[in-house]
């Protein structure tokens, strides 16, 4: 296959829907030779704050000379964002190659009667043979929905578990408690190893400590408020406080960094306290030798993650923010208080029709009185008019637009001397923006 072929194979699989369980990627994989087992995983689970944690992560262990494998989902700009290393996307023939590869796989397996694989599973094979071939030193593995039954679960031995922040999202998957979303989330710790977990809800904190116990897990909890900002400004970032780390920055401008910050940074010290036998798939330079003070310092600055609190125009200040579920909502409306107040706020949402839009609709209405509603262009969105008849309960003005572009047109002609413009509602809307602010931009020559 070309690049083409592979983009329209993988496409084809979708409508096959989300398929959690082991079965079938635990099939894939035994029919490759367990590719996941040269890798020295890092394994990532939670509701909001995983991709940063991830960046932060990486970023320190690039500053430390390793070859770093990221999977991410989901992705921006580029469907190759998914597979990258040292922040290098696959290229386009990289992507082809592997992806026929994976395809031969699947097909003898459906061949043998084995259920055809969702898109999800199909790339996450991609990624742990692409990640063993290129020899990475780690692999940061970011959960796809849930935690317990998702694809990325079948790595017996992390060397790392990492929880982030877990709340109310994807209930009808994954339970319609905190406690029975944190039990899935848990599911990627494993037996003796260690698990790094967001501690800021007791709730959830109970929970995971059960299993910690119950793995026989070292358990390091993490209070998120014990990442203190001392100054922060939009043009320099934040400067912050956490235990015997003073003036760290981080160019990430959300309130939430400093605490994903605060959750990378123990990540690290954990993993600088491993030996050679902690490391499945060998080291070329143990962590501890490696992972000195200033290089933690140096990767926490260096971390960049698009699309979270992100500013991508200045007149008028234009800024996205992948807020897609209520708890989202609540770090982004605590972001515009911190950085925005005062400022008069015209809102652009899209978002999935599976999300709680009506919760994050009340909070964000806290910081703004107007909201422009559109329609993602995938299959979950959720209908302009619906979403904007929700808004009008708590919003003065709000419009449906016919489409994303429509609705930043209509944002900019509203906008007046110090207005700020906020998209947010999915993260999958963020390319769509850049690529408009883009247009309009030619526009102004």
Request: glycine share 10%.
């Amino acid at each position: 296959m070309n690049y083409k072929e592979a983009m329209d194979y993988i496409g084809s699989t979708g409508v096959r829907g989300i398929m959690p369980g082991l079965t079938r990627i635990g099939c894939l994989l035994e029919e490759t030779g367990h590719p996941e087992m040269a890798c020295n995983v890092i394994h990532v689970a939670g509701t909001n704050g995983k991709g940063s944690v991830c960046t932060y992560i990486a970023s320190v262990l690039c500053s430390a000379g390793y070859r770093v494998g990221r999977y991410v989902s989901p992705t921006l700009y580029d469907y190759r964002e998914r597979v990258q290393i040292n922040g290098q996307w696959m290229t386009e023939e990289e992507t082809a190659v592997w992806m026929t590869m994976v395809k031969k796989v699947d097909d003898r397996m459906q061949a043998r009667g084995i259920e055809g694989a969702s898109a999800f599973e199909l790339e996450t094979l991609l990624a742990f043979l692409y990640f063993k071939d290129q020899q990475c030193d780690f692999v940061i593995l970011e959960t796809g929905m849930g935690g317990r039954l998702d694809a990325t679960n079948v790595v017996t031995q992390p060397v790392l578990s990492v929880i982030t922040s877990i709340g109310m999202d994807h209930m009808h998957f994954l339970g319609d408690t905190i406690e029975a979303i944190a039990g899935e989330k848990g599911g990627i710790i494993k037996k003796e190893r260690p698990a790094v977990v967001c501690a800021d809800n007791r709730r959830v904190e109970k929970v995971l400590y059960a299993i910690c116990r119950q793995q026989q897990a070292p358990y390091y909890p993490v209070y998120t408020d014990d990442a203190i900002v001392t100054r922060r400004s939009m043009e320099e970032g934040q400067y912050f406080d956490y235990k015997d780390y003073q003036d760290l920055r981080t160019g990430m401008l959300g309130s939430y960094q400093p605490g994903n910050a605060a959750i990378a940074i123990e990540a690290v010290k954990v993993l600088a306290g491993l030996g050679p036998g902690d490391f499945p798939a060998g080291i070329r330079w143990l962590p501890a030798d490696r992972l000195k003070r200033q290089i933690i310092i140096q990767g926490i600055e260096a971390a960049d993650w698009p699309g979270r609190f992100e500013v991508m125009a200045k007149n008028p200040l234009v800024i996205v923010d992948g807020a897609h579920n209520p708890d989202g909502a609540r770090a982004l409306r605590d972001s515009v208080r911190l950085y925005l107040s005062g400022r008069h706020l015209i809102l652009v949402m899209g978002v999935f029709a599976d999300k709680d839009y009506g919760q994050m609709l009340e909070i964000l209405s806290e910081v703004s009185d107007t909201l422009i509603a559109f329609k993602p262009e995938q299959a979950r969105g959720l209908d302009a008019e619906k979403l904007s008849e929700s808004a009008a309960y708590c919003f003065r003005y709000t419009e449906a637009a016919a489409s994303q572009e429509q609705a930043v047109r209509k944002a900019f002609a509203l906008c007046s001397g110090d207005d700020v413009i906020l998209a947010f509602g999915s993260l999958s809307t963020v390319a769509g923006l850049d690529r408009i602010l883009r247009r309009i931009a030619d526009e102004k020559g």
